[in-house]
């Protein structure tokens, strides 16, 4: 089994900086596609940023410019490093994660997901 580890998230004032970090353990062969999505309440969890096992990133046009996705292949890592942020972007981020396990499973994995609250 594969587990996902969330952390970072907290209450920041809007203008302020998260950086989120999701770190992968267990039976782990190889980790392809790295992602990051969000969830506001009520709403269906929408997709935030990618980055391929080259480290090529993608973002979404709402947090394009402001938001750096990141991934650490030696400790099975990724990180969402989060600026100028709004009031808007308080919601529920998980990450998701592409893995082959040790016993050639393909799959995808969830984080337990982190609140990003962004308030004054």
């Known amino acids: 089994q594969v587990q996902l580890v969330e952390s970072g998230g907290g209450l920041v004032q809007p203008g302020g900086s998260l950086r989120l970090s999701c770190a992968a353990s267990?039976?782990?062969?190889?980790?392809?596609?790295m992602h990051w999505y969000r969830q506001f309440p009520g709403k269906q969890r929408e997709w935030v940023a990618s980055?391929?096992?080259?480290?090529?990133?993608n973002y979404a046009d709402s947090v394009k410019g402001r938001f750096a996705i990141s991934r650490e292949n030696a400790k099975n890592t990724v990180y969402l490093q989060m600026n100028s942020l709004k009031p808007e972007d308080t919601a529920v981020y998980y990450c998701n994660v592409r893995v082959t396990t040790l016993s050639s499973q393909d799959r995808f994995y969830w984080g337990q997901g982190t609140q990003v609250t962004v308030s004054s």
């Open positions: 980055i391929s096992s080259g480290g090529n990133p």
């Open positions: 267990g039976s782990i062969g190889s980790i392809y596609g």
